[in-house]
């Protein structure tokens, strides 16, 4: 495995990094047994945007006694509200949903604290102007989190958070059912009832 250094971090990590979503459809042997292999293989990034419970808890358990080796992307926003996904930046529902994400990966603190999904121009200005952000800072400031990152599908968004200075990294996906829509769409639009 080859390494790199991710962004202003000072990490070095995997080229490759385990992207967990869906370990949700597993149980957690074959989280365990995943997370094992990739382990092996060199892997040592691991990203947990899903607030579903038994994904986070199954992941926690199978990093257990090995914490130290893997580097943590852990959203902030992404909740589990009445059984299912909400992306928000409400912070009482950030804070709740990021110490059960603590909690939940057995771990006192996240490496990589991710502003989560930010693909419009209204998802920046919300985050960055309002408590939401103040909220991220926070968490850095009391070691909950060591770097802030965030991630998006959108080019030009990226571009803007490299350039505010606040975001040490980025995770852009290279995702053909987010990534082929023109960036000015918003993806929930197409699932509104």
């Given amino acids: 495995m080859q390494y790199r250094r991710l962004g202003k971090t000072n990490l070095m990590v995997s080229e490759i990094g385990f992207g967990a979503e869906w370990m949700e459809r597993h149980n957690y042997e074959e989280c365990k047994a995943a997370i094992d292999r990739a382990e092996e293989l060199g892997i040592n990034i691991l990203d947990c945007w899903m607030s579903e419970p038994n994904v986070r808890t199954n992941i926690g358990k199978a990093l257990a006694g090995k914490r130290e080796r893997w580097f ?62 103040q909220y991220v800072k926070e968490l850095k400031e009391m070691g909950k989190i060591r770097h802030i990152g965030m991630s998006t599908h959108n080019p030009a968004m990226a571009k803007r958070a490299v350039e505010s200075g606040l975001v040490e990294m980025m995770l852009f996906s290279i995702n053909p059912a987010f990534d082929l829509l023109p960036p000015t769409d918003n993806i929930d639009n197409y699932f509104a009832e």
């Fill in 72 to 133: 943590i992307q852990g959203h902030i926003g992404s909740t589990w509200q009445d059984g299912q996904y909400v992306r928000t930046r409400d912070v009482d529902k950030c804070r709740e949903a990021f110490e059960d994400l603590l909690a939940r990966l057995q771990t006192d603190y996240i490496d990589l604290g991710m502003i989560h999904f930010i693909d419009q121009e209204s998802d920046w200005e919300e985050a960055i102007n309002g408590p939401y952000i």
